[in-house]
């Protein structure tokens, strides 16, 4: 069936949501705990690493909460009205600094960082398994899987005209940890209207199972699902390439082409380019299909760290990388949100049981161990170079390495982008004939 605009709103609403914690996270907390809070780049990376393997613990629990939910609301829905505010109250105190000891600062910022990463594990895993209950149609899956960019890409756009501006209008000028803490009280209460406006506006039509699944049952429902497997580590691979761009543009732009307000721009360049380029996804994927899609993606990510390298502090050659990041993101991030129901219902198929929030819940342990992998990475780099945050001045071995890592990584994780959806399998045709299949059986069981 055709979703009206509402819904389709609703959902992209959701997703504004938690893209402007994600993305902000991902773009200021490492420098946050670094600049900020004096915390050592490795151990801020490590902290990232930490709050994600414990993701690996909780993360499957709450999936099978979810799918064992029944309520007057539906399976998944309760868990957005229920987990939005103290979700937004964490994402603040994340960009708080109080007065303590650097041993509880480490300590304060691994509590708060964890705590935030399982308030986003409630309200992020149901969300993402809600296009199963919306519709079991492919191309209104697709156009879900968009609009879920088109609230990424809005939330980035907002990130990058509002964030920094906030920041310094609160210290006068000056970057202040008030200035960070105001700036995530702002965007909180955005994504709090987010959220609402997605319960309010959605709706779950496709009947829950009526066995309610356990833990067991949900890893059995990945049984030989090998396209499922494949996004799982395609998904890592691509947040792994934009998660870094996020947290690396910081100190590339500060201490290799010495212009911050430049990096305000570039990253209203790839998130502008997202935007509008994602009006075009769901008829190239049509025409070329999911897998080419991605792979289109993996080839951008490469582009971009090839022309990063060759720009190195020319401004035209920085915009030309950016317009390939926002492509990257644009070609294979929404890409990957439409196959996710896609892999739910041949895991269905494949094993006889339901649980697309269980597998939506793997997808984005991947997703965040990508991410946190990245984060790490960054801070790995920043130690391996000599970076030393208490100095203004960088030396030139350590902006020489900065400026390498910031090319050369995209392109290393695009080429293994490639060889992972090389292994993605499931065709538009076959997954129409497992879809007429679950609806027969469905029809059957009443």
């Known amino acids: 069936m055709r979703l009206s605009f509402k819904e389709r709103f609703g959902y992209s609403a959701g997703y504004f949501s938690i893209s402007i914690f994600n993305d902000t996270i991902s773009i200021y907390l490492l420098a946050f705990f670094t600049n900020m809070l004096g915390i050592s780049p490795m151990v801020a990376g490590t902290i990232f690493l930490i709050a994600r393997v414990w993701d690996a613990v909780n993360d499957p629990v709450m999936g099978t909460m979810a799918d064992r939910t029944r309520?007057?609301?539906?399976?998944y829905r309760p868990f957005i009205?229920?987990?939005?505010?103290?979700?937004?109250?964490?994402?603040?105190?994340?960009?708080?600094?109080?007065?303590?000891?650097?041993?509880?600062?480490?300590?304060?910022?691994?509590?708060?960082?964890?705590?935030?990463?399982?308030?986003?594990?409630?309200?992020?895993?149901?969300?993402?398994?809600?296009?199963?209950t919306m519709t079991t149609d492919m191309k209104e899956r697709s156009v879900l899987g968009v609009g879920r960019s088109m609230g990424s890409a809005i939330s980035g756009l907002v990130i990058s005209i509002f964030a920094m501006r906030i920041v310094n209008w609160v210290g006068h000028g000056e970057t202040t940890t008030g200035g960070y803490q105001v700036m995530?009280?702002?965007f909180a209460v955005l994504a709090f209207i987010g959220f609402m406006l997605c319960f309010a506006c959605v709706r779950e039509r496709v009947p829950a199972s009526a066995k309610r699944i356990n833990i067991k049952e949900g890893f059995l429902s990945l049984k030989g699902n090998k396209p499922a497997y494949s996004i799982f580590v395609i998904t890592f691979l691509f947040?792994?390439?934009?998660?870094?761009?996020?947290?690396?543009n910081v100190y590339y732009f500060l201490y290799v082409v010495n212009d911050m307000d430049?990096?305000?721009?570039?990253?209203?360049?790839?998130?502008?380019?997202?935007?509008?380029?994602?009006?075009?996804?769901?008829?190239?994927?049509?025409?070329?299909?999911?897998?080419?899609?991605?792979?289109?993606?993996?080839?951008?990510?490469?582009?971009?760290?090839?022309?990063?390298?060759?720009?190195?502090?020319?401004?035209?050659?920085?915009?030309?990388?950016?317009?390939?990041?926002?492509l990257c993101m644009s070609f294979s991030i929404s890409?990957?949100?439409?196959?996710?129901?896609?892999?739910?219902?041949?895991?269905?198929w494949?094993?006889?049981?339901?649980?697309?929030?269980?597998?939506?819940?793997?997808?984005?342990?991947?997703?965040?161990?990508?991410?946190?992998?990245?984060?790490?990475?960054?801070?790995?780099?920043?130690?391996?170079?000599?970076?030393?945050?208490?100095?203004?001045?960088?030396?030139?071995?350590?902006?020489?390495?900065?400026?390498?890592?910031?090319?050369l990584y995209p392109v290393v994780v695009g080429v293994a982008a490639i060889i992972a959806i090389l292994t993605y399998r499931l065709t538009d045709n076959r997954?129409?004939?497992?879809?007429?299949e679950l609806k027969e059986r469905r029809e059957k069981a009443k």
């Open 81 to 132: 009205l229920y987990g939005a505010l103290p979700l937004c109250v964490f994402f603040v105190l994340c960009f708080s600094a109080p007065d303590m000891s650097m041993g509880a600062k480490v300590a304060w910022a691994l509590v708060v960082y964890i705590g935030q990463g399982m308030l986003g594990t409630l309200v992020g895993m149901p969300y993402g398994a809600l296009p199963n």
């Open 262 to 326: 430049l990096m305000s721009i570039i990253m209203l360049v790839i998130y502008g380019v997202q935007l509008l380029t994602l009006f075009l996804v769901p008829k190239m994927v049509i025409g070329l299909g999911k897998r080419r899609m991605m792979l289109v993606g993996a080839c951008m990510t490469i582009l971009s760290g090839v022309f990063f390298l060759i720009a190195r502090d020319n401004v035209a050659l920085l915009f030309i990388a950016a317009i390939f990041c926002g």
């Open 431 to 436: 997954l129409k004939e497992i879809i007429g």
């Open 184 to 186: 995530a009280i702002v």
């Open 335 to 348: 890409v990957i949100w439409g196959t996710l129901a896609d892999v739910a219902d041949y895991g269905e």
């Open 71 to 75: 309520s007057k609301w539906g399976s």
């Open 239 to 248: 947040i792994m390439a934009i998660s870094f761009r996020m947290s690396f």
């Open 350 to 407: 494949k094993t006889g049981i339901r649980a697309p929030a269980f597998l939506y819940t793997i997808a984005s342990f991947f997703l965040k161990c990508g991410g946190a992998l990245a984060s790490w990475l960054s801070g790995a780099i920043l130690t391996i170079v000599g970076f030393n945050a208490a100095e203004f001045m960088q030396s030139e071995a350590t902006v020489n390495g900065l400026y390498w890592a910031n090319g």
